[in-house]
């Protein structure tokens, strides 16, 4: 993953609900690098990247313009993308494709988005950019696991404090 990923996966831990349009383009950003790979491996990494921020920039538009629609895009995107790599990260043989692991996790994303917005939005954005910063270390699986669990409390901690400061204002 390029090194565009842990920049997106920093700014998604400390940001993610603040800026809901960041969620939503960083997932469509994070989906786009990892669909492009599997579809497309011999490509240059330019061509990764460039669907990437394609995607980024559509997710982000989305957010902005129709934002119950960028709830359950950027819901189901990130929880896809968790799904595939939580599978990934434990080394769990659960069977299926794994565009189905995808599309379960997507459709659990985009309920617990929608249902819970503040509090989901908070997680998965913590989640997925622990998850971007960890596969970016290229560690091993169990530091990985340790990488992205410490960095998903960090990043709910932090967003967290966040959200209560702005409600006292």
Same mark, same amino acid.
């Given at each position: 993953?390029?090194?565009?990923?842990v920049?997106?996966?920093? @700014?998604?831990?400390? @940001?993610?609900r603040?800026?809901?349009?960041l969620?939503?383009? $960083?997932?469509?950003?994070?989906?786009?690098?990892?669909?492009?790979?599997?579809?497309?491996?011999?490509?240059?990494?330019?061509?990764?990247?460039?669907?990437?921020?394609?995607? +980024?920039?559509?997710?982000?538009?989305?957010?902005?313009?129709?934002?119950?629609?960028?709830?359950?895009? $950027? +819901?189901?995107?990130? $929880?896809?993308?968790?799904?595939? =790599?939580?599978?990934?990260?434990?080394?769990?043989?659960?069977?299926?494709?794994?565009?189905?692991?995808?599309?379960?996790?997507?459709?659990? $994303?985009?309920?617990?988005?929608?249902?819970?917005?503040?509090?989901?939005?908070?997680?998965?954005?913590?989640?997925? +950019? =622990?998850?971007?910063?960890?596969?970016?270390?290229?560690?091993?699986?169990?530091?990985?696991?340790?990488?992205?669990?410490?960095?998903?409390?960090?990043?709910?901690?932090?967003?967290? %404090?966040?959200? %209560?400061? +702005?409600?006292?204002?």
């Amino acid at each position: 993953m390029p090194e565009s990923a842990v920049i997106v996966g920093i @700014l998604l831990l400390t @940001l993610g609900r603040k800026l809901f349009w960041l969620f939503v383009g $960083g997932s469509g950003f994070v989906v786009a690098l990892y669909i492009t790979a599997e579809l497309m491996p011999d490509q240059s990494s330019w061509v990764f990247l460039l669907a990437a921020i394609i995607a +980024g920039i559509l997710g982000a538009w989305l957010a902005v313009s129709l934002q119950w629609v960028a709830v359950g895009v $950027g +819901g189901s995107l990130a $929880g896809g993308y968790l799904a595939v =790599a939580l599978v990934e990260s434990l080394n769990l043989d659960i069977g299926g494709p794994q565009w189905l692991q995808f599309v379960v996790g997507g459709i659990i $994303g985009a309920v617990l988005l929608g249902a819970l917005f503040n509090p989901a939005l908070i997680v998965l954005s913590s989640l997925v +950019g =622990a998850a971007l910063v960890a596969d970016s270390l290229s560690l091993g699986p169990d530091s990985s696991m340790v990488v992205m669990v410490v960095a998903a409390v960090l990043g709910i901690i932090v967003q967290t %404090r966040m959200f %209560r400061k +702005g409600e006292k204002d």
